[in-house]
């Protein structure tokens, strides 16, 4: 069965620092990896996705992810954060085989310091 | 466009009392996801459903839950009893037919049982 991990529940940088959310998954065949992101009091809104080709991905509001299959990670990354990045994220991870569920790790809560 | 739409925002009710938690999909959407937050658990897949058929309800709790889908385009979870251990943020989700495509959330039904 499909699973990520989140190693840190919270990650406190600087606003103008680039930020690191970390996610390792586990999955049998080539994964299909998510990040989203929820404000207080909110749903969870899609970042950025991984499902092919370039290592890299690019998503919203600046944000970038780094698929490494050799440490099974996708971490999330900012070059530059902000105060209003400041939320809860998630990774996610679904499997191949149909319109599978998501699997969301446990989440990890950013804070950006002015 | 409109994404998806949950109802009630909020519910206070008392132990012991009917809940029914409502969901619109996006239109066009053929999956459709319902999981529960809690502080404790984090997300948790209830149940979710292809084509209006439920896929796999093995995340429901115990069959106090039940969750319907009658058509494309409406969704209802329902809790009877409700008990306190209920209490959480219900979140419904729809996507495309694609493996690849990520979930769409809505705002959530914060449940509190009394």
Redo the contacts between chains.
Sequence with gaps: AQSVAQPEDQVNVAEGNPLTVKCTYSVSGNP?L?W?VQYP??????LL?Y?TGDNLVKGSYGFEAEFNKSQTSFHLKKPSALVSDSALY?CAV?G????????????TRLSVIA | DAG?IQSPRHEVTEMGQEVTLRCKPISGH??L?W?RQTMMR??E?LI?F?NNVPI?DSGMPEDRFSAKMPNASFSTLKIQPSEPRDSAVY?C?S?S????????????S?LTVL
């Design positions: 299909y998510f989203y009091n909110r749903g969870l809104q899609f996705k499902i998630f679904r191949l085989g149909g319109n599978t569920p998501l699997v969301f790790g446990k989440g | 998806v053929n999956s996801f999981y984090g997300l897949l979710y292809n796999d979140f989700a996507s037919g694609q493996n690849t495509g990520e979930l769409f959330f809505g705002e959530g914060r």
